[in-house]
């Protein structure tokens, strides 16, 4: 397997190297989806035409995780902080999931995707959030990729809450203080349900993670491209997942 590995180091494009191998593929990858304004700038384009052609790269990448064999797929869509940006931009961002999800959720069926959603409901337009109820029902029971958007998510409000939750039910005499963990702690948060993410990506040249996952991105590699997301490829995702398979991760550890 190591020698696998060194094999691929040569090879000039990720089209030239083989696929990622399958084991060692990172279970939960996460990624900042940006740069949708600045694409659309530099072709003198409309912002929301940056945001729209943005859901054609959540397609191919979502086959491109699928195909790969990543096992839980986060993107960042929108966050407790995007509601700052000009009332129409918000509008047509919120309108997005119905959009994609009237395009590609008979597809996400056939391919046995799991839709979920991560963040704060309340607050989201009616047609936002019954468009995501209406897939995530339909795809309760797949088995397959797990397609977790972040919408409306904010990982400092997250984690308030969920201090908030569990000192109401120590003061209430419900929970032992010293039953507090990091077990207990990431089981209040919105992640609950997943893994932590393996490997973080974000496009568009920012280095920074703009209150995304704090707490679960503790351990995970990060991996960071300029290129903007309406742009971004099977090929630079396949790229990311190589980068991460060299990496050594130690937690810690030697
Ligand atoms: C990412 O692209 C999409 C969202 C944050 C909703 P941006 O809209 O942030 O694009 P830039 O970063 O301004 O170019
Ligand atoms: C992060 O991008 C949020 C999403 C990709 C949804 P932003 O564009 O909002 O982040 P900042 O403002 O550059 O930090
Ligand atoms: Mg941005």
Known sequence: ??????????????????????????????????????????????????????MKAVKRVTKAADRIGVKYLTLYAFSTENWKRPKPEVDFLMRLPQEFLALELDELIENNVQVRMMGYRENLPSYTIDALEEAIHKTKNNTGLVLNFALNYGSRAEMAD????????????????????????????????????????RTSGELRL?????????????????????????????????????????????
């Open 1 to 54: 397997m190591i020698d696998r590995l060194w094999s691929r180091r040569g090879k000039t494009s990720p089209q030239e190297a083989d696929l990622p191998l399958g084991d060692n593929v990172p279970q939960h990858v996460a990624i900042i989806m940006d740069g949708n304004g600045r694409w659309a700038q530099n072709r003198g384009l409309p912002r929301i035409a940056g945001h729209h052609s943005g």
């Open 162 to 201: 969920a201090v908030r939750s569990i000192a109401k039910e120590a003061a209430d005499g419900r929970l032992n203080p010293d039953d507090i963990d990091e077990q207990l702690f990431s089981s209040r948060l919105l992640s609950s349900e997943l893994p932590d993410p393996d490997l973080l990506i």
């Open 210 to 254: 703009s209150n995304f996952m704090l707490w679960q991105l503790a351990y995970s590699e990060l991996w960071f491209t300029d290129v903007y997301w309406p742009a971004f490829t099977e090929e630079l995702f396949q790229e990311a997942i190589m980068e991460y398979q060299r990496r050594a991760r130690r937690f810690g550890g030697v």
